[in-house]
């Protein structure tokens, strides 16, 4: 589409300029999304691999758990797990990937889960308690990850519909419009040439 201007030299020069810098900001653009897929994938093998390890040790914990459950007396089984004085801390940094703050969770695990007595527990319980605070830290690196992966999927977006702006609307456009103030300014070039052409005929006839 050619754009709305005058077909005049100076108009010529500044959309030249123009058209420079859009092809100059597609390359950053392109580079850009380049950059975010592949943080992007890179996101999602290590969310593959952490979904996996957590489902895998959530399965264990509830088994060894389902079978505390079944063998021990409930008012002991409820005082053991109130009896635990663990705690865990978070802590949230960020790194930068192009303009984008992708968190990164890291956990602080203080106190002692097993702080009950091992009269009326059994093994499956310690071993329950053992996956479960083992998962913690995994269930925690998960959802930062996740995090991490709608910011980059949004941001990819974004960037892909700038680069589809520039590559099929604006840069053409620009094209166009170049070619055609060209053409233009061919026609003003001819045909004041052919009034010349005419003087100088006049002024020799005469």
Request: aromatic share 8%; hydrophobic share 45%.
């Amino acid at each position: 589409m050619i754009l709305a201007v005058n077909p005049t030299r100076m108009e010529l020069l500044r959309l030249r300029k123009r058209i420079l810098l859009a092809r100059r900001g597609h390359k950053l653009l392109k580079d850009k999304q380049d950059e975010l897929v592949r943080h992007f994938l890179v996101a999602i093998k290590d969310w593959k691999a952490l979904r996996s390890r957590v489902e895998e040790g959530l399965a264990r914990a509830s088994g060894h758990f389902l079978k505390a459950y079944f063998f021990m007396r409930r008012e002991v089984l409820v005082e053991s797990l109130y009896s635990s004085s663990a705690s865990l801390g978070l802590r949230v940094a960020f790194k930068r990937v192009t303009n984008l703050r992708l968190p990164v969770v890291s956990t602080e695990k203080s106190g002692d889960p097993f702080n009950y007595s091992f009269v009326g527990t059994t093994g499956d319980l310690d071993a329950a308690l053992a996956v479960y605070c083992g998962a913690i830290k995994d269930i925690i690196e998960l959802a930062g990850t996740e995090k991490s992966i709608m910011l980059l999927a949004d941001e990819i977006k974004r960037t892909r519909r700038r680069v589809n702006a520039l590559e099929y609307v604006l840069i053409p456009n620009l094209e166009e419009t170049i070619r055609y103030i060209s053409m233009k300014m061919e026609e003003f070039e001819r045909s004041n040439l052919t009034q010349l052409m005419r003087v100088k005929e006049i002024v020799r006839a005469h």
